[in-house]
């Protein structure tokens, strides 16, 4: 290979040289690697889903307009989520590191995302696990012949106590409270006894010792990276499918499950025309796949080089939009019964949400069935590993991100290092396991990740396809695939995407609902709190961005020869200019240049597959 005669200024060479990292694979580490292409696909599968396909697509479904909000999510899945997971996992799988150190190959500027992501990621630890302590404890307390939600002789029920299964002529008011309610808000929570945020009482030594339990089955699957957690999720992957097909035959031969699946489906053609919809379908896909969470680059890093992530993301993505559809019969077939037994409208059953669904609504109707013991088992199991290997995948960003950055320090002591992180897990989930526990449960769940990781995503967008620039980041997919991606994906990554997360920042942030639990509305100063906490997570984005200019050598007047953006830079290396075609070039000051050119471009194991030779 000649080299072409062009007089370069000093800081386009550097522009042009492509500085090649070692790769992980090549370092004094060997790095781990899926030991089977399943391994990853369940490990994809099973971080996307989790407990929110199950009591948040449905209810958003009947609340949007029941079978007419499937045309929004639809639309909102094939032109902002998918392309988003897809580009993740193409990143993840092309440049192999982490969260943190993929900024160097792509935009160094943009490195505060990365320890955004980990944040944010440790703030869901705080509190997702705690939610699958509470399953961990309706899964102990199943292992009896009558449920204890079952009726109202228990020492934790209160004359309002109301069981209307078997029972005739019992009215129902607005006072009346299930079995199943109280069983959870006055035996497992035990909320009654706190007053609110100011006053969450005592820690619940039960709920400590099952969250101990979940952080031990965490640990031992993480420590040893993805060759154990690899095998773990073929359980945890694969069990709540078996679990959810056992459900569905069960709830669809109840008295009543039609009428829960017509309230369910039944299409309300008008909700169309509400931008709420929308918002509800875009923030719900978004949510489900978890694209912006760290999570697919770092699973995707373990990958081959050659793997092919374009159909990983397409399976990947239809398993999880089927899971959250099929979870819908699932609930509302049970919904539907429930509906028949009390003598109401289904709306009237269906007004509970969010946890309270899988902890309320569901238990309830299963104490009433036959064999009731056995469902309940099954279904609290189901909603174990549904939390569990989302967590892994979370921790996995945490871990995989540090130790690719830090890689020195932690590389040869992961197991101490994943040791430190799950007990700082626990400990910050200590809160969550008070009495009110449950009110700090929602405050972070929707501040500690909400707006932050959307706009996470989003910059982490505009720093792909802008920044890095859609054409590099189109032969880095055909060094891989073989083939680059079609005009679809590139007008979806620089445009369509990005626009897509702004519309859900923008819309959450105009029209924040009041925050309220049970009968407890939050007051002010925890919102404002809540406001801090999330931008605690997305505050490192600009602290970093000046950090790196202020650290960073050179001028911010002087013009370094025509040092400019990533994206003209492969251009120019990549056709034939001349160098008058370099004048005319726009050029940006020499230290943000600096800043946003990539540290390491192409690593030189990559450099034959893009049939391109290394410059000394």
């Keep these: 290979h000649h080299r072409r005669s062009i007089l370069l200024s000093e800081e386009l060479f550097l522009c042009l040289t492509f500085h090649s990292p070692v790769p992980r694979q090549d370092s004094a580490v060997m790095a781990d690697k899926w030991s089977k292409k399943m391994d990853f696909l369940l490990s994809v599968i099973g971080f996307a889903v989790d407990l929110g396909n199950v009591w948040r697509f449905p209810y958003i479904c009947y609340q949007n307009g029941g079978g007419a909000f499937l045309i929004p ?14 580009m993740e996992l193409a990143l993840g799988q092309f440049h192999r590191t982490g969260a943190i150190s993929i900024w160097k190959h792509i935009c160094p500027i943009f490195k505060g995302i990365g320890y955004a992501i980990c944040i944010i990621a440790l703030y869901v630890s705080f509190y997702y696990n705690t939610i699958i302590a509470w ?20 020492v934790w029920n209160t004359p309002d106590c109301t069981n209307y299964f078997g029972m005739d002529n019992i009215t129902w008011t607005n006072a009346s409270r299930s079995p199943a309610e109280e069983f959870y808000t006055r035996n497992v929570l035990e909320i009654h006894k706190s007053s609110g945020l100011r006053d969450v009482g005592g820690v619940r030594w039960q ?25 773990v999720v073929w359980v945890t992957a694969t069990l709540p499918y078996i679990v959810l097909f056992i459900l569905l035959i069960r709830g669809a031969t109840l008295p ?19 931008t709420s919809v929308w918002v509800d379908a875009a923030a719900q896909i978004f949510f489900s796949l978890g694209p912006g969470f760290g999570v697919l680059l770092a699973l995707s890093s373990y990958n081959s080089f050659t793997n092919n ?36 409208e289904v709306e009237d059953v269906a007004r509970d949400k969010g946890p309270s669904l899988l902890f309320i609504t569901y238990p309830e109707a299963i104490a009433n069935m036959m064999g009731s013991t056995f469902f309940a088992i099954i279904f609290f199991v189901m909603m174990i590993t549904l939390g569990l290997d989302s967590t892994f995948g979370g921790l996995e960003a945490i871990i995989t991100a540090v130790l ?15 040791l430190c992180l799950v007990v700082v897990c626990f400990l910050g989930s200590l809160s969550t396991l008070t009495n009110g526990g449950a009110y700090v449960v929602k405050l972070l769940e929707e501040f500690g990740v909400g707006s932050s990781i959307i706009a996470v995503g989003f910059l982490e967008a505009i720093a792909v396809s802008w920044f890095y620039g859609i054409h590099r980041f189109s032969n880095d997919v055909q060094a891989m695939l073989g083939k680059a991606p079609g005009l679809f994906w590139k007008v979806c990554w620089v445009a369509i995407s990005p626009a897509f997360l702004a519309y859900i920042i923008v819309s959450s942030l105009l029209k924040a609902p009041p925050l309220a639990l049970f009968d407890y509305k939050y007051p002010d100063w925890s919102i404002i709190v809540g406001y801090i906490v999330g931008l605690s997570s997305f505050i490192w984005v600009p602290i970093y961005m000046v950090y790196k200019l202020v650290w960073t050598p050179g001028s911010l007047k002087q013009v370094g020869g025509c040092v400019q953006s990533p994206e003209t830079v492969s251009d120019a290396f990549s056709s034939n200019l001349t160098s008058a075609s370099f004048a005319r070039v726009p050029c940006f000051p020499q230290r943000l240049a600096v800043c946003l050119r990539p540290e390491r471009t192409i690593p030189d194991i990559h450099a034959e597959n893009l049939n391109m030779a290394t410059v000394p």
């Design 73 to 86: 999510y639809i639309l909102m899945a094939i032109f902002g989520g998918v392309p988003l997971f897809y």
């Design 135 to 154: 399953a961990l404890f309706y899964f102990y307390s199943s292992f009896s012949s009558i449920l204890p939600w079952t009726n109202c002789d228990n």
């Design 207 to 231: 709920l400590m010792l099952c969250l101990f339990l979940i952080f031990t089955i965490v640990y031992f699957s993480l420590w040893k990276g993805v060759k154990t957690s690899g095998k």
């Design 256 to 274: 009543g499950a039609w009428r829960g699946v017509v309230f369910y489906l039944k299409p309300q053609w008008g909700k169309l025309l509400e």
């Design 309 to 344: 992530c374009y159909r990983d993301a397409i399976v990947t993505s239809l398993v999880n939009c089927l899971t959250s559809f099929v979870s819908g019969f699932v609930i509302f077939t049970v919904l539907g019964y429930m509906a028949e037994m009390r003598q109401v």
């Design 404 to 418: 690719d950055e830090y890689p020195d320090q932690f590389y040869h002591r992961r197991e101490l290092f994943v």
